[in-house]
């Protein structure tokens, strides 16, 4: 059973960064793909093992989704946060047939 472990989120000014991560347990080898969605299942950005990478228009620019294949750990690097990126950020992953989803950490982006 593979579990999503994240953290990262929390309290920040606009135009401010963040980076969120999230570890993966148990072996899971290199064909994955995993990313970052917001609440509503809004997808934010994905990862595949082999290093593809799909953002949403509103995160182009601006956010950068990172993977370490050796600690089964992606990253997003968040720039210039804005109110609107203010959400809970749920951590996806889709590996062999099977989809896990971690408990979510909140981003709050705030003056």
């Known amino acids: 059973q593979v579990q999503l472990v994240e953290s990262g989120g929390g309290l920040v000014q606009p135009g401010g960064s963040l980076r969120l991560s999230c570890a993966a347990s148990g072996s899971i080898g290199s064909i994955w793909r995993m990313g970052w969605y917001r609440q509503g299942r809004e997808l934010v950005a994905t990862i595949t093992g082999g290093?593809?990478?799909v953002y949403a228009d509103s995160a182009k620019g601006r956010f950068t989704i990172s993977r370490d294949n050796v600690k089964n750990t992606i990253y997003l690097q968040m720039n210039s946060l804005k109110t609107e990126d203010t959400a809970i950020y749920y951590c996806y992953l889709l590996h062999v047939g099977y989809e896990y989803w971690g408990q979510g950490t909140q981003v709050t982006v705030s003056s």
């Open positions: 290093g593809y990478t």
